[in-house]
């Protein structure tokens, strides 16, 4: 937002008070090059995040051909592009301050210690411009005023219509435009800089600064056990991921011989570096028999395939309209796992 989008607005439109001209006249033409501008640009990250998924070589498939072709994926690139140019060029910090719950973390996360943007209540108060209305009445001595001259920059250029001057809020994106636009009429007026800027609440109130305290600690403990659950799952995660699914149709069904079929989907995600085969086999098969069309089943690196596969067994291997059962898949190369399985059969009447 803040190093693409609005750069690229102000670039086209100007500046704030030019850009509140262009808000009378949405269909200006400046205004009408900015959205075609961000329409692109949002088109192009919409492309940029789909190549994450699917890869390099896939998009520039997708994009060289008909979108008939690819529906899904187009539909999700169209989607994603709708939410940029929603969310960066219509909607903007009102996301940021309805649907971000980073406002709500703040009141848990900050304290008075923590460093925000900030206004230095004990140099810009009392406000007010010298040589306009700075005596206190007839005859009195004039005022002394802070460095405030309250000349409004910086509620001009917040982005969520804030006034810093009122302390920390949780609308407040910390994206620094009002401490740019403070510290230029500090500049202008011969005062200096940093009137807004990078402070903690109890520096700006005259507190001595102690960086060492509780949450110092506590969040960097929490951060590292988390990234090292993190990284201990990631470092022993399996090479592949097998989920055993019901065939679609009929749950079983029955044959001329009287012997009962399941008919199972089994999806294979590889995750190793190279491509593999993998062997499907009844772990505790006793009197089943497994009918496997494509076994060993041949899986690229990166990618996912399905088998179907049957399992026919007799009526008498039923309980209950169930039998329990475990798949066993292996590459050969270390990897193996033991699958959990219910098959289904009819129940036989009670006597």
Partial sequence: MEFLYRPIERLIEGGPRAQRDLDVRRLAPRRLLTYAVFGALSMFLAHTCLAYFVGVEALRHWITRSPFEHPAAFLVMAGTTALMFLDFGWFREQVCVVACPYGRFQSVLLDRRSLIVGYDVRRGEPRGRPGRGAGNGPGAPPR???????????????????????????????????????????????????????????????????????????????????????????????????TVLRGLGSPFSLLPSGEVSNQIRVKIVNRADGDRRYLIELADGAGLHLIAPDNPLAVAAGHAATATVFVTAPRAAFQGGAREIRFRVGDGAGFAASVPYRLLGPEEPRP
């Fill in 144 to 242: 002394a005023l802070g460095d405030c001259i309250d000349c409004g920059a910086c509620v001009v250029t917040c982005p969520t219509g804030i006034d810093i001057r009122d302390g920390l809020q949780m609308e407040c994106i910390h994206c620094t435009q009002c401490m740019d636009a403070c510290d230029s009429i500090m500049e202008r007026i011969g005062r200096p800089r940093g009137l807004i800027r990078y402070s903690r609440q109890d520096e700006l109130g005259g507190a001595p600064r102690r960086i060492l305290r509780p949450r110092v600690v506590l969040y960097p403990i929490l951060l590292i056990v988390v990234w090292g659950m993190l990284g201990w799952a990631l470092a022993h995660r399996a090479s592949a991921d097998v």
